[in-house]
């Protein structure tokens, strides 16, 4: 009786048979031989505009990602883009035009690219025919106001990185009174789940009648931090509206409304994140594009 033949051997057999899927050869037949232009392939697909930089990385350990017509699945794996040949899903990777939108977040929209449960999202605000743009950071569904969504997977990486400390400003109304202690306490940190967790800045904005409005700046970016921190302190929020980030304002954009920014907002912020801009494409005219929605106007400083 002749053996069966093992499972290495019929491995062998459908490399040569077809392409191979298995990820232990793709590294080495997707790295150029030398060459200054080669990059890491998830800096390359964020560069284009694909994804942010985390999201690149899981769609190359999803296998997703052909470089040379060889499936990728090592992180970390360089290529040259002018050299070879990039698919996503299948699709030719192009360099789309680079776009840089402010939008003002309803609540009640979810700043995820994706959302199984079908709700509203933020880049469904986007203008139809313009390239896919994914929005920078997040808001939670119930807070409102700026955020911004680009395909520069380069600069939204920037932008949300810790290192680089982009300042966000909040307009936090809360119930209650606030005692100046509790500012005083935002300052110097509260103790959360993950770690240790505080505001970079903290004012009362103004009072009502059972209510208080803060002014609050943040250079990190926890999920829910302002929320959480207030519930520590005793004060539940009951509207949240970022009114700035980085150099770029919210200003008098409608709920609802995208524009494009300007010149002089796209260089404040690669200046922000300590790039050069003199080789960035420029931006889109500056344009509004109106949306239905209503919600009450939030005057930014």
Same mark, same amino acid.
């Given at each position: 009786?002749? @053996? ?94 680079? &776009?840089?939108? @402010? ?71 809360? @119930? ?20 240790? @967790? ?38 539940? &929020? ?64």
């Amino acid at each position: 009786m002749s @053996a069966k033949p093992s499972h290495g051997s019929r491995t062998r057999h459908r490399k040569r048979a077809g392409r191979s899927q298995s990820p232990s050869c793709f590294a080495a037949e997707a790295r150029p031989a030398g060459g200054d232009k080669a990059e890491r392939l998830q800096k390359v697909l964020a560069s284009a505009g694909v994804a942010s930089r985390r999201e690149c990385e899981r769609l190359i350990e999803e296998g997703r990602i052909e470089v040379d017509g060889r499936v990728v699945t090592e992180l970390g794996t360089k290529v040259d883009r002018n050299r070879q040949e990039i698919r996503v899903d299948g699709e030719r990777l192009s360099q789309p035009k680079l &776009v840089y939108y @402010a939008i003002h977040k309803p609540p009640g929209f979810v700043s995820t690219a994706r959302d199984p449960s079908g709700r509203p999202r933020v880049t469904d605000l986007l203008p139809p025919d313009g390239p896919r743009a994914y929005c920078v950071g997040r808001l939670d569904m119930g807070s409102e106001g700026l955020i911004l969504a680009t395909n520069d997977g380069e600069l939204a990486n920037q932008l949300t990185h810790p290192r680089h400390g982009v300042e966000k400003k909040y307009l936090v109304e809360v @119930a209650g009174h606030v005692d100046p202690d509790v500012i005083q306490q935002l300052r110097r940190g509260v103790h959360l789940a993950e770690g240790f @967790a505080h505001t970079k800045f903290a004012r009362i904005e103004g009072r009502r009648k059972r209510s208080t409005v803060l002014e609050i700046v943040l250079d990190e970016g926890r999920n829910r931090e302002i929320r959480r921190l207030l519930a520590r302190l005793g004060h539940k &929020v009951q509207r949240l509206v970022r009114v700035a980030v980085g150099p770029v304002r919210l200003g008098d954009l409608p709920p609802g409304a995208v524009r494009s920014l300007s010149r002089q907002e796209l260089a404040a912020l690669h200046a922000a994140v300590g790039k050069k801009t003199d080789k960035n494409p420029r931006p889109p005219k500056s344009t509004i594009v109106r949306k239905p929605g209503r919600s009450k106007r939030v005057r930014s400083r």
